[in-house]
């Protein structure tokens, strides 16, 4: 193999359409760095590295809006205990903040994704079967719950009887869509899901949470469910990592998932002796 033949292959062997460097030059996408600097946001410099454009304004600031939304819910949450647990074992916020993030998982972290796989596997029921929404809701549902159980993620809340940040999520969406940004497609689906939840029998309604709501969002806008997980978790990282320095400002050392004099339940065999 010659010289050449070996330098190719070592280039070849990580390829990537992301960016473009070398001694003296950065390019996300082909765009000089200094050219964006001071001219884009983050929102916008994070659909350019992942969808390969740059946005328009009004996507830029519908995804914005959501990244904001789903930034923190308190330290019950388990990735922002685990966060703070973690620097009170004395680590430093690179491990708390991966061990934050480490803790979202299908069940908590994961329901935005879910969510928007049961949107899209709705909207293809409309598409492929020419069905009317409310039919194809009611497919798409039972679909859902005949895989995965009776929770239809992105609805419901433990602590919210209605969760503050959805319907000013989906009012923006109703701007969006006003003014051309998005089609609104999404929104419809996702408001006769909540439609349907709410006649199923329930005492009382099954609102829109978040997750419902950020999945309508990243759907507008035209991202894969997958990447709607990893988009949460850019959006809970900011959360995580401010819990994590106000703990290490707090300065407590093992500071346990509850207080010391509250002790958890023992559920294994009686006091006994062990006998030789």
Not at 171 to 177: K, P, Q, R, S, T
Not at 216 to 231: D, K, N, Q, S, Y
Not at 235 to 263: C, N, Y
Request: aromatic letters at 6%.
């Amino acid at each position: 193999m010659s010289h050449d033949d070996s330098l190719e292959r070592a280039r070849d062997w990580w390829r990537s359409a992301i960016i473009d460097i070398e001694p003296g030059a950065i390019r996300p996408r082909g765009y000089p760095i200094e050219q964006l600097v001071g001219r884009i946001g983050y929102a916008e410099m994070l659909w350019l590295m992942l969808r390969g454009e740059l946005p328009e304004r009004g996507a830029a600031a519908l995804l914005e809006a959501a990244l904001v939304a789903a930034v923190d819910h308190g330290p019950q949450a388990p990735s922002i205990a685990i966060a703070r647990m973690t620097v009170a074992a004395g680590n430093g916020l690179n491990g708390a903040v991966g061990a934050g993030i480490a803790a979202l998982g299908d069940t908590h972290g994961g329901a935005g994704q879910q969510c928007m796989e049961l949107y899209q596997d709705i909207a293809a029921r409309q598409a492929q079967g020419g069905l009317a929404l409310e039919a194809a809701v009611a497919e798409g549902l039972a679909a859902w719950r005949a895989a995965h159980g009776k929770h239809v993620p992105g609805f419901g809340h433990r602590f919210h009887p209605v969760d503050p940040r959805s319907p000013r999520l989906l009012a923006l969406v109703d701007a969006a869509v006003e003014e051309g940004v998005v089609s609104g497609r999404f929104a419809a689906i996702g408001r006769a899901v909540e439609a349907a939840l709410a006649g199923a029998g329930k005492r009382k309604p099954v609102p829109m949470n978040i997750d419902g709501a950020t999945a309508v969002i990243f759907c507008e806008l035209g991202f894969p469910a997958p990447l709607g997980r990893g988009l949460f978790l850019l959006s809970r990282g900011v959360g995580i990592l401010a819990h994590a320095w106000e703990q290490m400002q707090e300065g407590t050392r093992i500071k346990g998932p509850t207080p010391p004099d509250f002790l958890y339940r023992y559920t294994g065999p009686a006091k006994r002796d062990f006998v030789e």
